[in-house]
Nanobody, 125 residues
């Protein structure tokens, strides 16, 4: 079982920033695309951002473009999501995801093999 461990969530005021981290096993991290999804209360899980293993393909959902930045530090086996200019509607549990046959460019969860347990981001107005 692949273990993905997210951290960095918390409570922040609207307009503030947070950086989420996801640690993954080396064998997985250096080979497969990784990304972030989120699930707001009462809503379905949705794609946020994704990046392939060599950083050549990066995708964002339209609602976060220009405010969120995904990056990966391969030597540290860590995926990041920098959240800026946060809005109350960004409140959600954020999940790290990885999949050998998953393409971030699909902006969907099809092909995701493993999920982290999630980290909660709460944005107050």
């Amino acid at each position: 079982q692949v273990q993905l461990v997210e951290s960095g969530g918390g409570l922040v005021q609207a307009g503030g920033s947070l950086t989420l981290s996801c640690a993954a096993p080396t064998l997985i991290f250096n080979r497969y695309p990784m990304g972030w999804f989120r699930q707001a209360p009462g809503k379905e899980r949705e794609f946020v951002a994704g990046v392939n293993w060599n950083r050549e393909d990066i995708a964002y959902t339209d609602s976060v473009k220009g405010r969120l930045r995904i990056s990966r530090d391969n030597p540290k086996n860590t995926l990041y999501l920098q959240l800026n200019s946060l809005k109350p509607e960004d409140t959600a549990v954020y999940y790290c995801a990885v999949g050998a046959i998953w393409s971030p460019m699909t902006r969907s969860a099809a092909g995701v093999s493993y999920w982290g347990k999630g980290t909660l981001v709460t944005v107050s107005s």
